[in-house]
């Protein structure tokens, strides 16, 4: 009796490890309010919200954020918004992965890149956080650099000392005429992510 109570409980543990690694943390970078909704620095919520709405998916205020989820070919992917402001993204981030056992090696963060150029893509497994608040937080919540990020370029394109009031800027008319390819190129990279793995993804999508 021990011994078949035994295998039903290692049965069902790998079960449940089998279905954690069929989920995806999807993280979109950016700050709560309507004045942060267009700017550079909100690329992750807007890639999020392309998703949500080419899926017709909903988000919904949950704890640390706005989520959704969509499932794909066996996969679920989480979409996750925080709603603690960048600079305490990690909180949301580490939440989320505890609360559905997802493994690290199945989140990829989107943000913003000073260091690319506009609507670059560059996909990477892990890497310092480059004087991003919201990657900083991450870091140090996760206690690791080691986690996938999908760092969407916004170029440098800024006099001495405007960094602030340019992360913080609105998209020009240019840009945005130029957006909608890179957003539609970013829901099939994460996608990508979900179905082929990180590594194909990144040969398929880095500097693209």
Request: glycine share 8%; proline share 1%.
């Amino acid at each position: 009796m021990w011994q078949f109570l035994s295998n039903l409980f290692k049965k069902k543990n790998h079960i449940e490890e089998q279905d954690s690694m069929k989920k995806f943390l999807i993280v979109g970078l950016g700050n709560i309010g309507e004045k942060y909704a267009s700017t550079r620095h909100n690329i992750g919520f807007k890639v999020l919200d392309y998703f949500a709405k080419q899926e017709d998916l909903t988000f919904e205020t949950q704890k640390l954020g706005d989520v959704t989820t969509y499932k794909l070919k066996g996969r679920t992917f989480i979409l996750l918004k925080p709603n603690t402001y960048m600079n305490l993204s990690g909180k949301a981030v580490l939440y989320w992965l505890t609360k559905e056992k997802i493994p690290l090696e199945n989140l990829l963060v989107i943000t913003d890149d000073l260091n690319l150029p506009f609507g670059s893509i560059r996909v990477k497994t892990k890497g310092s956080d480059g004087g991003h608040n919201g990657l900083k937080d991450i870091q140090e919540k996760l206690n690791t650099t080691k986690y996938n990020r999908y760092r969407f370029g916004i170029s440098d394109t800024f006099s001495k000392g405007r960094q602030v009031d340019y992360v913080l800027g609105e998209w020009t008319t240019e840009e945005l005429d130029q957006l909608k390819e890179r957003l539609d190129k970013s829901i099939a990279l994460i996608k990508s992510f979900g179905l082929a793995g990180i590594n194909n993804t990144m040969n398929a999508f880095n500097a693209k």
